[in-house]
Nanobody
């Protein structure tokens, strides 16, 4: 089994910054793409950013130029640096990882979520 543990959420004023971390552990042969999603109550979970195993990154239009996703493959950890935060960035942020658990099998795993609240 694989566990993803997020950290780094909290309360920040508009214009401020936060850095989220997502550490993967367990039966990991390798990790393919890693991603960050966010979800507000009553809304669909939306993709914020993802990064491939080759460090190619993509972002939602709403966060381009403000958020940066990165990963440390040696630590099986992904990061989301969030700058110039806006009140509309307030959500629960979830980490997702596509993990190769054997040479033939890969699965998607989710973290438990971390709350980010941006005050105006």
């Amino acid at each position: 089994q694989v566990q993803l543990v997020e950290s780094g959420g909290g309360l920040v004023q508009a214009g401020g910054s936060l850095r989220l971390s997502c550490a993967a552990s367990g039966s990991i042969l390798s990790i393919n793409a890693m991603a960050w999603y966010r979800q507000a109550p009553g809304k669909q979970r939306e993709l914020v950013a993802f990064i491939t195993s080759g460090n190619s990154a993509n972002y939602a239009d709403s966060v381009k130029g403000r958020f940066t996703i990165s990963r440390d493959n040696a630590k099986n950890t992904a990061y989301l640096q969030m700058n110039s935060l806006k009140p509309e960035d307030t959500d629960v942020y979830y980490c997702n990882a596509n993990v190769r658990t054997s040479y033939a099998l890969s699965y998607n795993f989710w973290g438990q979520g971390t709350q980010v609240t941006v005050s105006s």
